[in-house]
T-cell receptor
Framework: AQTVTQSQPEMSVQEAETVTLSCTYD???????LFWYKQPPSRQMILVIR????KQQNATENRFSVNFQKAAKSFSLKISDSQLGDTAMYFC?????????????WGAGTKLIIKP | NAGVTQTPKFQVLKTGQSMTLQCAQD?????MSWYRQDPGMGLRLIHY???????DQGEVPNGYNVSRSTTEDFPLRLLSAAPSQTSVYFC?????????????FGNGTRLTVT
């Protein structure tokens, strides 16, 4: 079965610190995409970053980067210079197959709190 | 550019009542979907649509109906509300159905059924 595991239910760090959220997954697919979504208190789900499994280079979006280890099926999210606005639930997810992006396999989420 | 707009933001229903959650997108996306989010869980797919006039069931379709008469709108109907349908509902759209295409979400509707 395809699964996503986020082992940290909650984390908190001081503003400006770096924090890493972990995500491990299981799939028998060889090519796939992985996503991190952020859900702030406003509730809207927002895409943070995505990674294609075929690309060895880790994706980066400004202060957000991933450490993708395909063999280990690990997809952690690093947030550098954390800001108060980064406080949110963070979800790791990937599509069940490459032809149906609406059928995502989701982790349970990590609640991240940035303290001033 | 409003993106994906959901209404209402909050709703309280009594068991047995029916209602429609509205979803509209202005990005000309062909693909739209509805999810529910329960505490401690990721999103679960209720129904989805790959274009006007085409809908299909997701993981948890029972108790919900959808229709897609236009590209822009994808309403979700609760036929006879039950306490088990208390949840936060999200509508999403995307320009492609491919696994590489990220979803654009609305702000969600918090529904409570008493």
């Amino acid at each position: 079965a395809q699964t996503v595991t986020q082992s940290q239910p909650e984390m908190s760090v001081q503003e400006a610190e770096t924090v890493t959220l972990s995500c491990t997954y299981d799939t028998s697919e060889n090519n796939y995409y992985l996503f991190w979504y952020k859900q702030p208190p406003s509730r809207q789900m927002i895409l943070v970053i995505r990674q294609e499994a075929y690309k060895q280079q880790n994706a980066t979006e400004n202060r957000f980067s991933v450490n993708f280890q395909k063999a280990a099926k690990s997809f952690s999210l690093k947030i550098s210079d954390s800001q108060l606005g980064d406080t949110a639930m963070y979800f790791c997810a990937f599509p069940a197959d490459m032809d149906s992006n609406y059928q995502l396999i989701w982790g349970a989420g990590t609640k991240l709190i940035i303290k001033p | 550019n409003a993106g994906v707009t959901q209404t209402p933001k909050f709703q309280v229903l009594k068991t047995g009542q029916s209602m429609t959650l509205q979803c509209a997108q202005d990005m000309n996306h062909e693909y739209m979907s509805w999810y529910r989010q329960d505490p401690g869980m990721g999103l679960r797919l209720i129904h989805y649509s790959v274009g006007a006039g085409i809908t299909d069931q997701g993981e948890v379709p029972n108790g919900y109906n959808v229709s897609r008469s236009t590209t822009e709108d994808f309403p979700l109907r609760l036929l006879s509300a039950a306490p088990s349908q208390t949840s936060v509902y999200f509508c999403a759209s995307s320009y492609s159905i491919q696994g590489s295409s990220p979803l654009h979400f609305g702000n969600g509707t918090r529904l409570t059924v008493t």
